[in-house]
């Protein structure tokens, strides 16, 4: 005897159902994969070209991981992460800013130094005004730009400033400032546009294709501060094993030269 049409009618819905579903556990399965292979670093824009490279290599150790990075003030990427910006991993400039989120809860993982830095003077190629120390930012006319406040490049500059100048220089130094930018990347971008004469960036800021554009110039180690970077698995992570990996990545011996190729020193 035949099936009849109810019959098969029924049939066809309980087979369309188990189609449904499988292809429901396929796609949650996919995307739980996808979210298992997934990091987002938010990092400071003084490591742009850093964190690019180790994310780069990362990714060639970890077939299938996808780090996606969003850079920023330091200052800018805690208030948004305090925000709720997602993220995985908070990579700052300074300890201050690393502390705001810490204290306001938002770390899932313990605060490591991974990188240091130090500050030189940037002037254009030609430098014309002849700069080549702390004292002659104070020149009548000279265009100085700097960062806004509460950056980590501006709480730097003015630690150095402090070291190194009179309270009558630093009213003149301050004098000088035409600008004040979001973060070092745009600092250093005016001084090679040729729309500042001078500025305090990271060493790690003269890039290969700067070289042509601006020069550093050395500030004694007695007057320098020694800048330092810590990063930490964010407690909102969807992946904070992998991001982990991340950092123990940044601390071993591959991390570390990819960080000194880029002008930044070893880490405490």
Request: net charge negative.
């Amino acid at each position: 005897m035949g099936i009849r049409g109810t019959d098969q009618d029924q049939l066809l819905s309980i087979a369309i159902l188990l189609m449904l579903l499988l292809l429901f556990l396929i796609s949650c399965s996919n995307q739980q994969t996808a979210n298992e292979s997934e990091i987002v670093i938010l990092a400071a824009s003084s490591l742009t070209n850093a964190i690019e490279d180790l994310a780069a290599q990362f990714e060639e150790g970890h077939p299938g991981t996808r780090i996606t990075l969003s850079l920023g003030s330091s200052s800018q990427l805690s208030a948004q992460i305090l925000g709720g910006l997602p993220g995985d991993l908070f990579a700052s400039a300074n300890e201050t800013q690393m502390e705001v989120v810490k204290n306001a809860g938002g770390l899932y993982g313990k605060v490591i130094i991974f990188a240091t830095n130090s500050l030189v003077i940037c002037v254009p190629q030609e430098n014309p005004y002849q700069i080549g120390s702390i004292r002659d930012l104070t020149k009548p006319n000279l265009r100085l730009v700097t960062a806004v406040l509460n950056t980590p490049i501006r709480d730097y500059s003015d630690q150095i400033v402090e070291n190194s100048l009179s309270p009558q220089s630093r009213i003149d130094f301050y004098k000088n400032i035409v600008s004040e930018e979001a973060n070092v990347r745009q600092l250093i971008t005016k001084i090679a546009l040729g729309e500042a004469d001078a500025g305090l960036v990271y060493q790690s800021d003269l890039t290969p294709d700067l070289k042509n554009l601006v020069v550093g110039i050395p500030i004694p180690q007695e007057a320098n501060v020694v800048a330092q970077y810590p990063i930490s698995v964010l407690k909102q992570s969807q992946n904070p094993d992998l991001a982990q990996e991340f950092i123990e990545f940044t601390l071993g011996e591959e991390g570390q030269m990819i960080l000194q190729k880029w002008g930044f020193g070893t880490i405490p």
